[in-house]
């Protein structure tokens, strides 16, 4: 018999990852062959970790905080998106022994939003906070939708002023610091900050959601984050954390690597009933 084919997340911390969970439903759902197993990987032992992964037959990689960008710069050919994110949280290892890298965060969000949500895109007005990571590896698949206007607020606005300049050719882009929002309503505010982590919110101002708007936090954890119940508090439609985006960005890579798709809203009902959640 055939055994199952190897594949991992890489990431430092990875203890709390759930996507061991997720791809052994996945692979449940659909009768694929493999397993997938988390890796403690630092930096400084990516290089040597990948190759040993590659050697001993492994067949696909996801990776995390804070390798994204080594995994870019790894793979031999990358996508497109890839490539405007400067970051891979997906590796395929081809026939050929060729690393092929993607990233497939920001579809995942998108299809989150548009498909589990019904929270449409095109044509609405969208605040993004924070211009790390995340919001690099969102911008591509979210101005690919069309959106009215994209507006980047940073604590740091240099960096949010630089990434709107970036992406610029892409759509309607505009950067700017937290105070300068004020009174200006958008139709979904996207929390790509990393503050939730810590328990923190961004210093928003009042008038900044529309009515009925709705509010993502990219971030997620057992309990709803403080810019979920932020968004509460502020009358938002929705307001929800990125357990949706979590599990959708996987069911790409699984299709990636696998050519067969999962389906993505069992998984997210049933991570959200183990945390009390409904969506
Ligand atoms: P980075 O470290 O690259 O960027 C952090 C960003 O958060 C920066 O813009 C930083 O601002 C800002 N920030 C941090 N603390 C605060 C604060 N207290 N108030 C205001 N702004 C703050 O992180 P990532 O971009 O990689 O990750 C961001 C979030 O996205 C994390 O919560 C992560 O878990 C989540 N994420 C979720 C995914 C999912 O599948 N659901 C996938 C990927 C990420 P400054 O530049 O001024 O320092």
Not at 78 to 102: M, Q, W, Y
Not at 208 to 218: P, V
Request: hydrophobic share 45%; proline share 5%.
């Amino acid at each position: 018999m055939r055994s199952a084919d190897r594949y991992a997340v890489f990431g430092h911390p990875i203890g709390h990852s759930q996507s061991p969970r997720i791809h052994a439903v996945f692979a449940g759902q659909t009768g694929q062959a493999i397993r997938y197993t988390a890796q403690d990987v630092p930096a400084g032992q990516f290089r040597d970790c990948l190759d040993r992964f590659v050697e001993g037959g492994g067949k696909g990689l996801n990776c995390t905080v804070p390798l994204k960008e080594l995994a870019w710069r790894a793979a031999d050919k990358t996508s497109e998106r890839a490539e405007r994110a400067k970051a891979v949280n997906t590796l395929a290892v081809r026939e050929s022994g060729e690393l092929f890298g993607d990233n497939t965060d920001g579809l995942g969000l998108v299809r989150d939003l548009a498909d589990n949500l019904d929270i449409p895109l095109a044509g609405r007005g969208i605040l993004l906070l924070g211009a790390g990571g995340a919001s690099r590896g969102i911008l591509q698949p979210l101005l690919a939708e069309g959106p009215s206007r994209l507006v980047i607020a940073n604590r740091t606005q240099a960096k949010a002023d630089a990434l709107a300049l970036e992406f610029a050719d892409l759509g309607a882009v505009e950067a700017r610091g937290f105070a300068d929002l004020a009174g200006e309503p958008f139709d979904l505010i996207l929390n790509a900050t990393s503050a939730s982590l810590d328990g923190d919110l961004p210093p928003l101002p009042a008038g900044i959601l529309s009515a009925g708007g709705a509010c993502y936090d990219l971030a997620y954890g057992s309990r709803p984050t403080a810019f979920v119940r932020w968004g509460a508090e502020a009358g938002a439609g929705v307001s929800v954390d990125g357990i949706g985006m979590l599990v959708e960005q996987a069911a790409e890579a699984f299709f990636i690597w696998r050519g067969v798709r999962p389906q993505t809203r069992p998984v997210i009902d049933l991570l959200n009933a183990e945390r009390g959640l409904k969506r």
